[in-house]
């Protein structure tokens, strides 16, 4: 079985990362795994990025881009059934077609599903909504097919409200091809379900994690090596970019303003991510910023010195960081929306608040950080979930499953 994944960018973003695990995966299962990306960060015989012709697509793209419809302008998607990748695949997974200077024109779909199986695996809500990756309280694509855009600052942006007509390319393009979806939570399943891409079969099949990288590790032992004390209570935050407000960032600082000084006094807020420092100044408390980091040996030291890990995210569909938190046995706190209740379990593996709800959230993480043999037995609990649920290898047999069934139906 050969398998060609087609995404953005092989390991730069959540979405790619997952998409990476599950490559890694199918590898580890003796299968035949290559991407076909925008971007490659990464040098590797596996990976290909597609060819542009930079100077046609921002003609196009000024001809398109003016009128808010995304992504037109890209004339090479249609030369991907020439590349030799393609040609030697059985099946393809396609992954995020969208990013914020455009890679992939989906009206090219139809012609490359025509003659090979694809399963279209959702890292968001981009592909059945009239431009955004994420609608929060706006259901116009489910109710009317988008129009009178209530976010059209929201990535990725357009200029021109145009949305009631891509929701109208994106229904006419999927009636002419040929998918499977694959969503990694329970709610963007619901929610493809309830969508345009509800004429399709929908599966949900979580993100896989490598249970080996993330573990859990002596919390004394991370903290001598990151330079933390040990005596003091520490909580955890992380995002690609601190100041992202679909990640909550404001949410956090108001919800740590407002914990008791004895408190704050006595804990640390670790960060990784870009511009953590930042927080420091508005919270009056202790702030380490680890920044960016890209390896997983030190993310896992990190959730492992972490007494918990809390994300008030607004919008997210399965959240690596919790899952990543999870496999190393670190509790979190979380509002209440999207997929995070699929990994986020009260009283389980830690404490789910009201979406927005910052006195909730500041109080889900007083509860915890006072209660010792809570957290303790929330940690053993989130690793066996991890090992029983998210394991990566249990991610690629479902994969493998799901291809084998579709190469066979055409053959």
């Not at 959230?361 to 957290?375: A, H, Q, S």
Request: glycine share 8%; aromatic share 10%; hydrophobic share 40%.
């Amino acid at each position: 079985m050969k398998i060609l994944h087609i995404n953005q960018t092989d390991i730069g973003g959540g979405a790619a990362i997952a998409a990476y695990r599950l490559h890694e995966g199918l590898l580890a299962q003796g299968l035949s795994s290559k991407l076909l990306v925008g971007e490659a960060l990464i040098s590797d015989s596996r990976i290909e990025v597609i060819s542009q012709n930079t100077h046609l697509n921002d003609r196009l793209f000024r001809l398109n881009g003016r009128f808010g419809l995304l992504y037109l302008n890209i004339a090479s998607t249609f030369d991907i059934p020439k590349h030799p990748f393609y040609q030697e695949a059985d099946i393809l997974n396609l992954h995020n077609l969208h990013s914020s200077i455009g890679w992939f024109n989906y009206l090219a779909l139809p012609q490359l599903t025509k003659n090979k199986p694809a399963v279209f695996t959702l890292h968001d809500m981009w592909s059945f909504t009239g431009h955004c990756a994420y609608s929060y309280d706006c259901d116009r694509w489910n109710k009317i097919g988008c129009g009178k855009c209530p976010y059209p600052n929201e990535y990725p942006n357009i200029y021109r409200d145009n949305t009631k007509i891509e929701w109208k390319l994106k229904d006419w393009v999927y009636d002419n091809s040929n998918l499977t979806v694959v969503a990694p939570s329970k709610w963007l399943a619901e929610q493809a379900k309830a969508s345009m891409l509800g004429r399709y079969d929908v599966h949900c099949i979580p993100y896989g994690i490598d249970t080996e990288a993330y573990q859990p590790i002596d919390t004394q032992k991370c903290r001598e090596v990151l330079g933390l004390p040990a005596n003091q209570k520490i909580i955890m935050f992380g995002a690609t970019d601190l100041k992202d407000t679909r990640k909550g960032g404001d949410l956090l600082v108001r919800s740590l303003q407002s914990l008791p000084e004895t408190l704050k006094a006595e804990t640390i807020l670790l960060t990784i991510g870009s511009r953590g420092e930042q927080i420091a100044n508005q919270v009056g408390m202790k702030v380490v910023s680890l920044g960016y980091l890209n390896s997983d040996r030190l993310k896992a030291i990190a959730y492992s010195a972490a007494d918990l890990f809390i994300f008030p995210t607004r919008a997210d569909n399965l959240p690596l960081v919790l899952q990543e938190s999870m496999a190393c046995g670190t509790p979190m706190v979380s509002f209440d929306i999207g997929g995070v209740p699929d990994l986020v379990r009260p009283g389980i593996t830690g404490y789910l608040a009201k979406p927005e709800d910052t006195q909730n959230f500041r109080n889900g993480i007083i509860n915890l950080l006072e209660d010792d043999n809570l957290r303790k037995q929330m940690s053993i609990n989130c690793r066996d979930i991890a090992l029983k649920e998210y394991a990566l290898n249990i991610q690629a047999q479902r994969y493998f499953e799901l291809y084998g069934r579709l190469i066979g139906e055409c053959t």
